[in-house]
């Protein structure tokens, strides 16, 4: 059974936690705020008013937005009748080993306690609390804005309940995020590993004298970012290959594109992890033919360009 999610206290109000709190509002939580800066409510409703025209955009009735917010004088405050707490502080474990703690003493015990921790998994900073407590801690990591981009990484600790991973699923998708369950607590989860590889290379691509900074960016807006945005790199990939998928790919330039990504501190894949990849792929795709889902992907490539188009021609 869904549990119902009517309350939300939202811990730190920086750029995320403000973003969130105009999402949690949009979608019909009352949201109560807490973060010890001096400039809290006016900080709230100039994001309020910032972020309105954005939820509208998506379709969200920001009617009475501000209506259901409110700022709270200190955390026991926040999170007293929450259904959801999301917490935003900083990225340190001792900060938040402290804040869980008293997190888990103030807030209902049904409720859910997620941080928006971009490195730090919760294992991290949950060894002292009880059993109980630490069964219902998770992280719930946005991409910036959480407004706006759909993703939350949902990393569950290792004493981290089924049902409380369940919850967090409902909860993000009822506030119309996708959420990704990521099966193993590592540093800095998926999304910011994919972005800091990448950026790594960046840097050295122009370090290197290779591209401009402006090109490097051409490059990723008008090819990578353009098939990521519809389809992802392992989908991209098993199209790449044709009706022969992954496999094909992987058998006509897996070798050579090994053999361009040498120095790059990666280790070359085995036969062995060849081969777990492209059953891992086919499990994923190969229910579906090449022709439904390249029109798929072309359909949602289309639309992207028609909508880079549109905002290219209002700026000018």
Known sequence: MTRPFRTAAVIGAGTIGLSWTALFAAHGLTVRVSDPREDLAGAVDEALTLYAPHLAARGLDVTGLADRVHIAADVTEAVRDADVVQENGPERAEFKKDLFAALA????AHALLLSSSSAIPSTAFTGELADEDASRVLIGHPFNPPHLVPLVEVVPGERTGEDAVQ???DFYTSVGRTPVVERKEIPGFVGNRLQNALAREAVHLVD???VTPEDLDKVV???LGLRWATVGPFLGSHLGGGPGGYRHLVAH???SMQRTGAGGGTPPLTAERQERLIEA??????????SDLTETRDRRQLAVLAALDSTEKEEN
């Open 281 to 290: 792929v086919e499990k994923a795709y190969g229910s579906s033919t090449y």
């Open 208 to 210: 290197q004298g290779v």
């Open 221 to 223: 807006t008008n090819s």
């Open 105 to 108: 003493r103030e807030a209902p």
């Open 167 to 169: 919850a967090a699923l």
């Open 253 to 255: 330039i897996g070798a």
